[in-house]
T-cell receptor, first 109, second 113 residues
Framework: GQNIDQPTEMTATEGAIVQINCTYQTSGFNGLFWYQQHAGEAPTFLSYNVLDGLEEKGRFSSFLSRSKGYSYLLLKELQMKDSASYLCAVKDSNYQLIWGAGTKLIIKP | IAGITQAPTSQILAAGRRMTLRCTQDMRHNAMYWYRQDLGLGLRLIHYSNTAGTTGKGEVPDGYSVSRANTDDFPLTLASAVPSQTSVYFC????????????FGSGTRLTVV
């Protein structure tokens, strides 16, 4: 079956750095996405990786290793507004998105 | 403002009743999706449509039906609601292209009692 694993919850301090990991086992791979979802709101697109390596976008970076079935989202200079759930999703061989359950990130002052 | 509009925002529905959740996009995206999101389970695909006139079943299609008469609209119907269909429902759309993420509507919170 297809499976995406990410930690249920993480806590970090304002101004610090946090890394959210995602491992996947899917039938085929056509890209990995990270989304941010604030409580009670819709998910919003953060990043996309299809080749191995690091993609940087401001305070957020996303890394992919296809051989290891592994990705991480790195958030730097954490702000209180970064408190949200972070969803990892993989596009499989049918080009359908398979979603992880999400990681709830709690930022403390 | 370009995006996806879902209606209603929330609804309390008696079990056994029929209900249609509406979804309209103005971005001319080809593909549209309906997801339900339950605590601890993440987003699960109910039905999808790759282009107007076609639909397909997702991971959890039972008890739901969809239609795609045109590019903009993708309604989701619960023929006879049951309490297990209590959830938050999100409609999403995407354009062709590998790197294009999905755009989501603001969601419908449905409670079946």
């Amino acid at each position: 079956g297809q499976n995406i694993d990410q930690p249920t919850e993480m806590t970090a301090t304002e101004g610090a750095i946090v890394q959210i990991n995602c491992t996947y086992q899917t039938s085929g791979f056509n890209g990995l996405f990270w989304y941010q979802q604030h409580a009670g709101e819709a998910p919003t697109f953060l990043s996309y990786n299809v080749l191995d390596g690091l993609e940087e976008k401001g305070r957020f970076s996303s890394f992919l290793s296809r051989s290891k079935g592994y990705s991480y989202l790195l958030l730097k200079e954490l702000q209180m507004k970064d408190s949200a759930s972070y969803l990892c999703a993989v596009k499989d061989s049918n080009y359908q998105l398979i979603w992880g359950a999400g990681t709830k990130l709690i930022i403390k002052p | 403002i370009a995006g996806i509009t879902q209606a209603p925002t929330s609804q309390i529905l008696a079990a056994g009743r029929r209900m249609t959740l509406r979804c309209t996009q103005d971005m001319r995206h080809n593909a549209m999706y309906w997801y339900r999101q339950d605590l601890g389970l993440g987003l699960r695909l109910i039905h999808y449509s790759n282009t107007a006139g076609t639909t397909g079943k997702g991971e959890v299609p039972d008890g739901y039906s969809v239609s795609r008469a045109n590019t903009d609209d993708f309604p989701l119907t619960l023929a006879s609601a049951v309490p297990s269909q209590t959830s938050v429902y999100f409609c999403a759309s995407s354009d062709s292209g590998e790197s294009y993420g999905y755009t989501f509507g603001s969601g419908t919170r449905l409670t079946v009692v």
